[in-house]
């Protein structure tokens, strides 16, 4: 029970107090209080307005703590927000951060990707330009050549004429004088017959002189000699110059003998290896394979100057023409290099390549221009695709320049995409010849290389004796020398992986992967790959598993398909 309050005094000041509090409260109710104030002493009664008005002081403070505990909980709550939202942003920097350096890695790899094709570009073109440099040279001085031979035919030629002029004049006096043995008696009989004596000396003067000068001008100049030959050739009826004689089966004979030496003598180029105990057999084979060698190298030049009167006979004694060309070539392979061969083989090559012309076409007298015109025989870009398959064979054997052997492996890789190619291919027994340009040393052509041997690998009747033909330490031992190579490039390695799958899959080339370490050189790789890189991962892991170095995983089999 609430005590009587004697004063209005506390209850004035309650209400100021509560009044002046943030909630504005009401002063506690005085109509009570006035009913009992006369009941209670005075002194109880101050006492209640005290305890009344601490009671309302408590009530301000109750109401003050509770607004500010509200904005202390809005506070805490707009705090936790912000903080809430650093977190969001520290996180999103973090992100942010593992971005960059991943970007920064990325950019630096591309980066030193473009500085290692800027390099090799680079290089190519430096080689290019050095190429072209000996190009521009050696036109510079075949056009100097040239026109100095014009300038010594013009001048032979004049002189020619002078001399035609001179001899037609001599050769009609001459027809004068000797226009029988009657006339020559009546003059002799005449009295001007000493007249007649004075002209046949001055006539037999003039010769002599005649043949005296042009005695000396050749020794004076050996140019002079050619020139006067060719314009004796040119001086010589066409039909005994330039057409075949009339007897063609001399023709077809040499092209039966040709096929027949080609396909049973010269086509056995293998390397057979015999052990230590058929010492004689094998002396003798080598031996052999002396003489035969021997022979070719005396009878390529010949071949190569027949080139020049092969438009004149059949076209269909082309084909063994050049196969016979072809396998003589083969014929080096197992021999010393004869340095003698080198400028034959590489007009051989050339000649191939440009093809040929018939010798001796060119004539200056118009009166034949139009009747004998030029027969010419292509030989690396015939539409016969045997001569045109043999034909790049010789270019790739005997031919150094870049361009055209990259011209004459894009003509192979269109012709091994065909069923016929892949036989030419195994039947003139061409991988020796591919073999030859497999090295790191001619970059540019690597990747032609590799696409014709490529071709072969494709599912196909030709597939498996191409691996065969393969599966020799030859070939191992090139691809070995390959992938030592530093910095070989992801594509040729690619490439290359796809034949090794295949050749993996003989069990008897085990021993040629070992024999050679590939198969440590293929697990070095497949450590240090970029998983990235699937194709790679997936044709190196089917090899080692063939090879049983790996077991069998859901990636080899998918190899394997």
């Known amino acids: 029970m609430p005590l ?66 509200e904005e202390l909980q809005k506070r805490e709550h707009f705090l936790l927000e912000r903080e809430q939202l650093l977190f969001r942003h520290e996180n999103a920097l973090s992100k942010i951060k593992g971005v960059e350096e991943e970007v920064i890695t990325r950019f630096q790899i ?63 006096r001459l027809d004068n004088l000797q226009s029988g043995p009657s006339a020559v008696g009546l003059l002799k009989s005449t009295p001007g017959s000493a007249c007649l004596g004075i002209t046949c000396s001055s006539y037999r003067t003039v010769r002599r002189k005649h043949e005296f000068m042009t005695t000396q001008r050749l020794k004076a100049s ?46 056995k180029v293998k390397h057979e290896e015999s052990g230590m105990d058929d010492k004689k057999p094998q002396l003798k084979f080598a031996s052999q394979r002396n003489d035969i060698q021997e022979k070719c190298v005396k009878l390529l030049p010949l071949m190569t100057e027949q080139l020049q009167w092969i438009p004149c006979v059949n076209t269909k004694l082309h084909e063994p023409f050049v196969k016979f060309i072809y396998w003589s070539l083969r014929q080096l392979d197992a021999g010393a290099q004869h340095s003698t061969m080198t400028s034959t083989l590489r007009r051989l090559g050339e000649d191939i390549f440009k093809g040929v012309v018939t ?27 045997p001569l045109r398959f043999l034909s790049t064979l010789i270019v790739l054997k005997t031919v150094t320049r870049a361009d055209y052997l990259a011209q004459a492996f894009d003509s192979l890789c269109l012709d091994l995409k065909t069923e016929e190619g892949k036989t030419l291919f195994l039947e003139y027994q061409a991988v020796p010849v591919i073999l030859s340009h497999l090295r790191i040393s001619s970059k ?17 009747k030709s597939l498996q004796p191409f691996l065969e033909a393969c599966s020799n330490s030859s070939f191992f ?69 063939n090879l049983g170095l790996t077991k069998c995983n859901s990636l080899v089999s998918s190899a394997s398909h």
């Open 4 to 69: 009587p309050c004697h004063s209005s005094r506390p209850q004035t000041e309650c209400c100021s107090d509560a009044s002046d509090s943030p909630l504005k409260l009401v002063s506690c109710p005085k109509s009570k209080a006035s009913d009992k104030q006369s009941l209670l002493p005075h002194h109880i009664s101050e006492i209640y307005d005290e305890l009344c008005q601490i009671h309302l002081k408590l009530q301000c403070e109750t109401a003050a703590q509770q607004k500010f505990a």
């Open 110 to 172: 591309i980066k030193e990707q473009h500085d290692a094709e800027v390099e090799h570009l680079t290089e190519v073109l430096k080689e290019k330009n050095r190429e072209t440099k000996r190009l521009r040279s050696s036109f510079d001085a075949l056009k100097e050549l040239n026109d100095t031979l014009k300038k010594q035919l013009n001048e032979a030629s004049e002189e020619n004429r002078k001399m035609e002029i001179q001899a037609k004049r001599v050769q009609a």
């Open 222 to 267: 050996p140019h002079a000699v050619h020139e006067m030959k060719s314009l004796k050739q040119e001086k010589a009826p066409v039909s005994k110059t330039y057409k075949v004689p009339l007897n063609g089966q001399v023709y077809e004979l040499l092209t039966v003998f040709m096929d027949w030496i080609s396909d049973h003598h010269l086509s």
């Open 359 to 385: 010798k001796g076409i060119q004539d200056s007298s118009l009166e034949h221009s139009v009747e004998n015109k030029p027969k010419a025989v292509a030989f690396f870009k015939s539409s016969n695709l």
């Open 444 to 460: 540019g052509l690597l990747s032609n290389v590799i696409d014709s041997l490529l071709q072969m690998t494709v599912e196909s």
């Open 477 to 545: 031992r090139t691809c070995s020398v390959l992938l030592r190579a530093p910095k070989l490039d992801l594509q040729i390695l690619e490439k290359l992986s796809v034949i090794l799958q295949k050749l993996s899959k003989i069990k008897s080339n085990k021993k040629l992967f070992e024999l050679f370490t590939i198969h440590l050189m293929l697990q070095e790789i497949q450590r240090t790959t970029n998983p990235e890189h699937a194709f790679l991962c997936i044709n190196l892991n089917s090899t080692l598993f």
